[in-house]
């Protein structure tokens, strides 16, 4: 059928590099007006998960004790459960919302 389970993706943390450039950035654009700020465009891309990633129950239980069905939970895998969207926005308009596929 296909089916397998992944380790989620490490992302690594902003390097001295990564600091230094957004810092020059910040201090070039920190004495625009308001209209200038006025002419630029944000984007954003937003990744939302419709059902817990890989979620498993443990309940602690007695020796001995049976376990009964209603004590324990299924999992559910990140396939199928989860949309990604991208939009834009300025100080005169928002932009569409796209659906990434």
Do not use: N
């Not at 059928?1 to 943390?13: A, D, E, F, I, Y």
């Not at 390097?15 to 201090?27: S, Y």
């Not at 129950?57 to 999992?75: C, K, N």
């Not at 990140?78 to 928002?94: N, Q, Y």
Request: hydrophobic share 40%; proline share 4%.
């Amino acid at each position: 059928m296909g089916l397998c389970s992944k380790r989620p993706t490490r992302v690594s943390l902003l390097t001295k590099d990564h600091r230094q450039l957004r810092l020059q950035w910040a201090r070039k654009h920190r004495d625009w007006t308001m209209d200038e700020w006025k002419t630029v465009a944000w984007s954003d891309e937003s990744r939302f998960l419709i059902h817990h990633v890989d979620v498993r129950v443990s309940v602690r239980r007695l020796p001995g004790e049976q376990l009964l069905p209603s004590y324990t939970a299924g999992h559910k895998q990140a396939d199928g459960g989860g949309i990604m969207l991208w939009g834009t926005f300025s100080w005169a308009d928002l932009g569409p919302v796209v659906v990434v596929e």
